[in-house]
């Protein structure tokens, strides 16, 4: 008799009725657990939950964090590399330096730029990784690479794999939340944060908060259908679909579509709870850059308009952590379109950006002040980034192409080093000073998944006859950045 041991996920695929009643519990719990540890978890954890803040389109990281003084000194002349440079489009001018004026902030020291101000009074709690390498210039292939750990389609978004491996903390909300821009989506729309071959309910639910129906098809749009046959039409479903699922306990997709359906019901009460922001104090509203929010704007880019757009967000991050959500996204900027409402200054650095830059910093710097004053902020991991960044060269005039070569992230909470800096580009910001150590995508997930008590390698899900992970088979730990 074959007495080897058996996973649990084996278990419930092969059991009948009991096992789906199994396989119903064990979902809303994370991964099997090591010895002595919570359920789940490979070591000791410092962080419980993770906000990410995507910036679609490349943001400009010697515009922003990574002051270049040789560039001020060689503005205007021609750019010299010292090596045959592939720009992506015909973004080898001359050497520009930053528009924008740069200060130092906090006990650190940290040099940061004007359009990024409101961030200098929590500088000292962030960790800035300056020598971040990417593959490749393409916005789409490089967005799925900072979302899934992969730059082709098919994989699942870093918020899909914590939440299969923490669980839900809160049946009435899902585990993963992403927060787009009200605009629309970034490139590859909602492939960035799918499951994939996950299973269906650790994929990204998306909310708009700024849209009259933040949430599609949450709320019945009929005059005629009233709360109490609203409610005895979602009990009928739920009925037939069980009797469904009886004549065929061994299809695991019909449990994960149900409870995908029943979630959407009890969205109906939670998420609406979650993204009111009426009994939010005047303090906090104002922490956030909510204090006057306008009913129109004008059609240009504007810093008031991108303050409130992602403030909100930010607030509403916290809101959704607070009740019991692993993982929110939260996005600025939309695709490519004209006139540009992303990061993507291939024409000019002082259009977009300043607004862009300081609604976001404005609305970063209420949210980390917030955690930390109501304690979250220990075991809550932000991380900032976007695709690639911008060359120290310039595009025209005034603006900048695509640099993978080098860019910026950041940190701040769940247990990492605040006010410190690792890595540095070199001194134009186009490569990693010391090119043969840069930080990869693959560090940063590794490490995040660190902080949250996982060992990225021994994180896998079987697909295709391979042990798929996020970090690919790359990754290690930068215990630098780490308090």
């Known amino acids: 008799m074959n ?162 491996a923490l669980g839900s903390e809160n049946e009435d909300l899902p585990a993963f939340v992403v927060l787009p821009d009200h605009r629309g989506f970034a490139s590859n729309g909602p492939k960035n944060w799918g499951s994939a071959f996950l299973p269906t309910h650790t994929q990204g639910t998306t909310i708009f908060p700024q849209r009259s129906n933040p949430i599609e098809d949450l709320h019945p749009q009929a005059n005629f259908v009233t709360r109490e046959s609203h409610g005895e039409g979602i009990n009928l479903i739920n009925q037939l679909n069980r009797m469904h699922q009886q004549k065929r306990p061994l299809d695991p997709r019909l449990d994960s579509r149900i409870r995908s359906y029943e979630l959407a019901a009890r969205l109906q009460l939670s998420a609406t709870d979650a993204l009111d922001l009426s009994n939010e104090p005047d303090h906090i509203l104002k922490m956030y850059g909510l204090e006057n929010p306008k009913k129109e704007y004008p059609k240009e880019i504007n810093p008031e308009e991108e303050t409130e757009y992602f403030g909100r967000k930010c607030l509403i991050a916290r809101r959704l952590i607070e009740r019991g959500v692993r993982f929110v996204q939260v996005w600025s900027g ?116 660190h902080q949250l008590g996982f060992d990225h390698e021994r994180l896998t899900v079987r697909h295709n006859s391979i042990d798929r992970r996020l970090t690919d088979v790359h990754g290690h730990v930068v215990t630098d950045i780490l308090a």
């Not at 010895?35 to 939950?49: D, E, I, S, T």
Request: glycine share 12%; proline share 6%.
């Open 3 to 164: 007495l080897s041991p058996i996973s649990r996920r084996s278990f419930v695929s092969q059991s009948t009725m009991g096992g789906l009643a199994l396989a119903s519990m064990l979902s809303r719990e994370p991964l099997q657990a090591g010895v002595g540890l919570p359920a789940g978890l490979h070591h000791p954890p410092r962080a419980k939950r993770v906000i990410q803040l995507f910036m679609a389109g490349a943001a400009s990281h010697i515009d922003m964090f990574d002051h270049k003084p040789e560039l001020i000194k060689r503005h205007g002349k021609e750019s010299d590399f010292g090596e045959h440079v592939e720009a992506f489009q015909n973004g080898l001018g001359p050497w520009m330096k930053s528009p924008f004026a740069f200060k130092r902030y906090g006990r650190c020291g940290k040099l940061l730029s004007e359009i990024v101000e409101p961030l200098g009074e929590v500088v000292d709690d962030i960790s800035f990784v300056h020598n971040m390498v990417g593959k490749t210039g393409v916005h789409s292939q490089a967005t799925y690479l900072q979302s899934t750990g992969f730059q082709l389609p098919g994989f699942p978004g870093a918020g899909s794999w914590v939440s299969y």
């Open 334 to 449: 939309n695709d490519n379109g004209f006139p540009r409402r992303n990061w993507d200054s291939h024409e000019d650095m002082t259009r977009d950006h300043p607004s862009l830059s300081l609604g976001m910093a404005r609305g970063t710097a209420g949210l980390i002040k917030d955690l930390k004053q109501r304690g979250l902020l220990e075991d809550t991991i932000i991380h900032w980034t976007t695709e690639f960044g911008r060359m120290p060269s310039s595009q025209g005039s005034k603006g900048r192409d695509h640099n993978p070569f080098v860019f910026t992230n950041w940190f701040a909470g769940g247990g990492f080093q605040g006010g410190m800096t690792h890595g540095e580009s070199d001194q134009w910001g186009y490569k990693p000073l010391d090119r043969k150590n840069p930080t990869t995508v693959y560090d940063t997930y590794a490490t995040m998944l």
